[in-house]
């Protein structure tokens, strides 16, 4: 692959009503870490691999007398090898510097942002906060991938701060293949069921942990006569939603702050679509029960239920479960390798559903030809993570 051919330049995003500005030099510095990245993923990864094979696996064979067995163990064997080493410590920091590298361009014109969100928000009845939501440990206890101040820290009065810096962020990390508004997973949902359910006409749509709403705006728009409730605990992450849906001219959402694990102000059987996008890995082994039965009760009977995620872990070889397991460690992402290894039958089970009802499908985010013409997805490589290509799970309520 010639990344430096092929990849497309961040100002290819559309600048929606409330999108930061950038300059000539924040173009060209967002520009850097996504052909970085690109470059880890396609032409350094692959040595990891290498210097497993032929120098880590037999090492551990010679001391222990027998193949590593878990992803663990893989894991600290490759701790001591340097080139693992060096491309870890270059993915950590690529990372952090995408944060940093949009803060300071949120920051330097966070008040123009703000009278521009504040524009759209004002007196929007589609818009719900709420002060007695408390930020859940799952979220408080860690800047998930690093970003400072997570989805919901407030420096000041309506800020906005860590909602747009992600918003302009997540293009480094996926390279644009997740189209010029980020919307490549919800797009590939209203795709998946234009393709597989088309008589699948949803009323109302529930999508959990909403963020800046990149499900539920194309979620909205694939089905504009129904009612979205998109709802998330970051104050910040649902007011700029809330602004950039009705930049884009889209009215049939209702941005609700609210903690998923309860939702008592909805009656049950009162949702025919539950979704979620990359949600359940920022969860926990208490919180992520309590939703699912949340929804279990809000879904209507012959309603679906459906959760982009990343695959999981089970049939893999310990090497790629290692390798997939990197953002448990390094990228601030403590509940990505526990909940990898779940057995979400059984967990669906536990939620009051039939687990026999799951069925598990590729989803694969529409390729969006303003970036890069006709070509396939894959075409960026595997990133193992970060890639748009998800194993979705989810049932029909019977």
Not at 46 to 57: E, N, R
Not at 154 to 166: K, L, M, P, Q
Request: proline share 5%.
């Amino acid at each position: 692959m010639t990344a430096a051919k092929t990849l497309p330049s961040w100002d290819v995003l559309t600048k929606h009503g409330v999108f930061p500005e950038a300059n000539h030099d924040e173009v060209a510095r967002l520009n850097f870490l996504t052909h970085l990245n690109v470059h880890l993923s396609a032409s350094i990864l692959p040595g990891v691999k290498t210097a497993f094979d032929t120098q880590v696996k037999p090492e551990f064979e010679k001391e222990h007398g027998r193949e590593p067995e878990s992803r663990h163990e893989v894991r600290n064997a490759m701790l001591k090898h340097p080139y693992f080493q060096t491309w870890s410590a270059l993915r950590r920091n690529t990372m952090e510097m995408r944060q940093q590298a949009g803060r300071a361009q949120v920051l330097r014109q966070i008040e123009n942002l703000v009278e521009k969100v504040d524009g759209y928000n004002q007196g929007a009845e589609s818009l719900i906060l709420d002060d007695s939501v408390q930020i859940p440990n799952n979220v408080g206890s860690v800047d998930i991938h690093c970003q400072p101040g997570c989805y919901y820290t407030e420096y000041f009065e309506n800020d906005v701060t860590v909602a747009a810096s992600y918003d302009l962020g997540l293009f480094v990390t996926t390279a644009g293949l997740l189209g010029t508004l980020s919307d490549g997973g919800g797009k590939a949902v209203g795709n998946w069921l234009q393709d597989n359910h088309p008589e699948f006409m949803p009323k109302r749509i529930l999508d959990i942990g909403c963020t800046i709403g990149h499900n539920a705006v194309p979620l909205a728009q694939a089905f504009p006569d129904a009612e979205v409730i998109a709802v998330d605990v970051a104050r910040p992450s649902l007011r700029y939603a809330h602004a950039r849906a009705k930049s884009m001219g889209v009215n049939n959402i209702t941005f609700i702050q609210a903690n998923a694990e309860t939702l008592s102000q909805f009656e049950d059987q009162s949702f025919d679509l539950i979704t979620t996008a990359m949600f359940w890995h920022e969860t926990s082994h208490s919180v992520m029960p309590n939703i699912l039965k949340t929804i279990n009760r809000l879904l209507k009977t012959d309603g679906l239920t459906l959760h982009l995620e990343q695959p999981q872990y089970h049939g893999m070889g310990v090497y790629e479960q290692f390798i997939r397991d990197w953002d448990t460690y390094f990228n601030n992402e403590p509940y990505w390798g526990p909940m990898h290894e779940l057995d979400l039958k059984q967990s669906l089970n536990d939620a009051g559903f039939n687990g026999d009802d799951m069925f598990e499908t590729g989803v694969v985010s529409s390729v969006d030809e303003k970036i890069f013409g006709k070509r396939e997805a894959g075409d960026a490589g595997e990133d193992y993570g970060r890639a748009p290509v998800w194993n979705a799970f989810g049932l029909w309520k019977r």
